[in-house]
């Protein structure tokens, strides 16, 4: 296949048919199946690309920048293109699935559009170098995700409303960064800016604004208040894409702006700086994912959590030690955190739909009647989450750790075996409740009679991504030349 | 620039920073939205001074039009008690907290602004105008260089519609608190105004400041005043209709022509020379269209009936 339609496909695929969907919604969930489906084989074509010719860019409409758009190929957008991909196709087989046990009709008109927006906008996120064209982008995502929040009804109107302040104060300082660097520079595209950009104060003020930004959009330690309301009470499909995917792009926009344009300003207090929200994101975070009752929060807290390690990318990398390995890390995590995570939701879905609520202590055990194939989903995603070996969550913080001690950084070292040690915490509550309450009964009410039974899709599509996830650990070595070969650093 | 055009400049500027204070701190919504609104056509009027005529277009056309319309829409379906306890926003406690931080992150800003170089892109805009089909650089900028900019924008106000429709029925007609007695006469006389000034500003855009952005806002602003004044609206959420085609217009033929290129072997959304004026012409038409009927979609607060007589849900 044509390269150049391969790449347009990516971006132009989900939204045509979000079109479509929304046109004509009898054919939603062909729409969205049918994407997926289709952006598997595109993908691969162009991750054969990459591993034969490297890195490359396309111009957009045959301009180059400054006057056009750049879209950038390379091993962080190819992973976090095929990231979205699985996931979001698994939520939507898990959703079509589900689609059989709900009556609300409004909600089945305007899901699939909804969905396909959202995914075609992290399509396009993935790929653009262009800051402008990116704040485009974050506010299609945005959109699409505050109203696929607001979809549960109830509750989720309110954190759907959080969001959004949140997001559009987010994406109003990113904005102001952005035009700050316009302005100095006359440049949109990340490559051209990493040329010109020096240290200056305009630079500085832009990287700071473009900063709070974008930890706001991802919820990093401390403006994370929104995220598990929102994460928490959105119906499961929509939680598993939000969590695996959609904060990861506000901290993909991180990783692309310092250690591109504001590179040179990165070593020093900005990656301590960075470093430590990363660190007390994975604290606070597991430590109040091991305070919730309900198994959404838990696993909503999980992902402030989780994102924290991520962030210590920045410190391990401007030491300068192996700063490769904590590239693959990172990369790695994204992608083992963001399986996992789908994983995990979809399967709290299935636990849910089955007894009625997902309280820790009302759900049931594994062995009541079909709910074992969600069970082994949540071990397996609890396993990678964790970081138990084989799994793509070890190889990920094993290489963090490798970074970690090769730069003799003992604190960022010591905050992922600690934070490793909360997660298993957490998670194992998670295994170790249900079965309590068969046996020890608290004030709450068990579970009443046997569990609903559910459509085996959408435990299977819970599990597939659990494997994903621990997949990604049996063939590390292979990725990690592949990350290499896709020019790893941005 | 002389004595007077500084004045007048002077004026402007002081009016823009009243009526903003205006619409945070007016003693109610109502005042707070028209001073808004007043704030829009102000800013529209900058726009101009700094010679910047399609800005200052759709500034007049969203920012004041249908952004006002929109709030007043809002505020006419806000529970009148639940608007009134808002109407105390500021405190003493946060007063004295967000005066000194906004004023201080307006004084860097300003001074930022002050020492930027702003060397723009007008001279590379410029240097290509040749080629891209059309002479006004703001839509060679707009439909060409940066068209998939526009595709996600058009998309976007789609998703808008989407989202919004997605919350829950239209709640129109409501009754109207603000319709006066010449409202249907005056929206009945100046409708094919509106129309007339759209089709003008949409042929307009190749060559001189105007386009699908501005010709889509005041044709949707007609339709909004013409529903103020108590026509019955036509559009319906009909899923076998043409009209969430006719709403999905735009986006489907931009995405059309970006992929229909490709099969002369030039890549996503690289016009050949030769046609480039045309398409550019048939996008504009399309995508006008629809943002018309979007901002319109938008004005209806809802999912609009799949028949309005029956008032059939979609």
């Known amino acids: 296949m044509n390269i150049t339609l391969a790449t347009a496909l990516v971006a132009g695929l989900p939204l045509t048919a979000a079109a479509v969907a929304f046109a004509h919604p009898r054919v939603g969930r062909m729409a969205a199946l049918g994407t997926g489906l289709l952006l598997l084989p595109v993908l691969a074509v162009l991750v054969l690309e990459a591993l034969r010719t490297g890195p490359w860019r396309h111009n957009l409409g045959g301009w180059t920048a400054p006057l056009g758009i750049g879209w950038q190929v390379d091993a962080l957008a190819l992973t976090l293109l095929a990231l979205t991909t699985l996931v979001a196709l698994a939520a939507a087989v898990y959703r079509v699935a589900e689609g059989r046990l709900t009556r609300d009709s409004r909600y089945r008109r305007y899901f699939w559009p909804l969905w396909l927006f959202l995914w075609g906008g992290l399509n396009a996120l993935f790929l653009s170098a262009d800051l402008f064209n990116l704040y485009v982008i974050l506010e299609m995502v945005s959109l699409a995700a505050v109203a696929l929040i607001a979809a549960a009804g109830g509750p989720a109107l309110a954190a759907a409303w959080r969001y959004f302040l949140a997001t559009l104060l987010g994406s109003t300082l990113y904005l102001l960064g952005v035009a700050l660097l316009y302005g100095q520079y006359g440049a949109l595209d990340v490559s051209l800016l990493s040329g010109r950009a020096e240290e200056e104060l ?5 990287a700071v604004m473009i900063t709070l930004g974008l930890l706001l959009k991802g919820a990093i330690f401390p403006l994370h208040f929104w995220l598990p309301p929102a994460h928490g009470r959105a119906h499961a499909a929509v939680s598993a894409v939000l969590s695996a995917v959609v904060v990861t792009a506000a901290f993909y926009l991180l990783l692309r702006l310092w250690f591109g344009p504001f590179a040179g300003m990165l070593p020093g207090l900005p990656a301590q700086l960075l470093g430590l929200l990363g660190a007390a ?17 838990v696993i909503a807290y999980s992902t402030v959590s989780q994102l ?6 920045f410190p391990l990398a401007a030491a300068d030690a192996l700063p490769d390995q904590a590239h693959a890390g990172m990369l790695m995590l994204l992608l083992a955190h963001g399986l996992a995570k789908g994983s995990l939701f979809l399967a709290a879905g299935c636990l849910a739909w089955q007894w009625g609520s997902d309280h820790l202590r009302r759900i049931g055990p594994p062995m009541a009647g079909g709910s074992l194939p969600a069970w082994i989903a949540i071990a397996l995603a609890a396993a990678s989450l964790v970081g138990l070996p084989p ?6 913080k094993w290489w963090l750790l490798e970074s970690a001690l090769a730069a003799r950084a003992w604190p960022w070292a010591a905050v992922i075996v600690l934070g490793t040690f909360i997660t298993a915490g957490y998670l ?13 009964d608290s004030a709450v009410v068990p579970a009443q009679g046997p569990p609903l039974p559910i459509p085996l899709a959408m435990p299977w599509a819970a599990l597939l991504l659990a494997l994903a996830a621990i997949a990604s650990g049996l063939f590390a070595t292979a990725l990690r030349s592949a990350f290499a070969a896709g020019g790893l650093a941005g | 620039m002389g004595a007077p055009g500084l004045a007048f400049d002077g004026i402007l500027g002081a009016a823009l920073l009243w009526t903003a204070w205006q619409a945070i701190h007016a003693a109610g919504l109502f005042r707070a939205v028209v001073s808004f609104m007043v704030f829009g056509l102000l800013m529209a009027l900058a726009w101009v001074r700094l010679e910047a005529p399609d800005i200052a277009l759709a500034e007049a056309a969203i920012g004041a039009g249908i952004t006002g319309a929109l709030l007043l829409s809002a505020l006419g379906r806000l529970d009148w008690e639940a608007g009134r306890a808002t109407d105390e926003c500021l405190r003493g406690r946060d007063r004295a907290f967000w005066v000194p931080t906004g004023l201080l992150l307006l004084a860097g800003l300003g001074g930022a602004a002050w020492l930027l170089p702003a060397p723009g892109l007008g001279e590379p805009v410029a240097a290509e105008l040749g080629r891209s089909g059309v002479e006004n650089p703001v839509t060679a900028v707009l439909l060409n260089f940066r068209a998939w900019d526009t595709l996600l924008e058009i998309a976007i106000l789609l998703l808008g519609v989407v989202a919004l429709w997605s919350l829950g029925p239209t709640p129109w007609p409501s009754s109207p608190e ?7 006469m005056l929206g009945r006389v100046l409708f094919p105004a509106f129309v007339l000034v759209s089709a003008y500003l949409l042929w307009r855009g190749s060559h001189a400041p105007g386009g699908a952005f501005p010709a889509g806002a005041v044709m949707g602003a007609g339709g909004v005043l013409m529903l103020m004044a108590g026509a019955r609206p036509w559009l319906s959420g009909d899923v076998h209709g043409p009209w969430r085609w006719a709403l999905a217009l735009g986006m489907v033929a931009m995405l059309g022509v970006a992929f229909a290129v490709m099969t002369g072997g030039h890549g996503f959304f690289e016009y050949p020379v030769e046609l480039a004026g045309r398409l550019i012409l048939l996008l504009e038409l399309a995508a006008g269209l629809s943002i018309a009927l979007l901002l319109f979609a938008l004005y209806l607060g809802g999912e609009p009936p799949a028949d309005w007589e029956t008032r059939r849900p979609a």
């Open chain 1, 202 to 206: 305009v630079t500085l003020a832009a």
């Open chain 1, 281 to 297: 994101a994975v604290l606070w975070g597991g430590v109040l994912a091991l305070l919730q009752r309900h198994l959404k929060m």
């Open chain 1, 308 to 313: 924290g390690f991520a962030l210590l990318v």
């Open chain 1, 391 to 396: 799994s793509g969550g070890f190889v990920a």
């Open chain 1, 428 to 440: 194992w509550r998670i295994l170790r409740d249900p079965l309590r309450a068969t046996s020890v």
């Open chain 2, 178 to 184: 603000l319709v006066s007695p010449a409202l249907p």
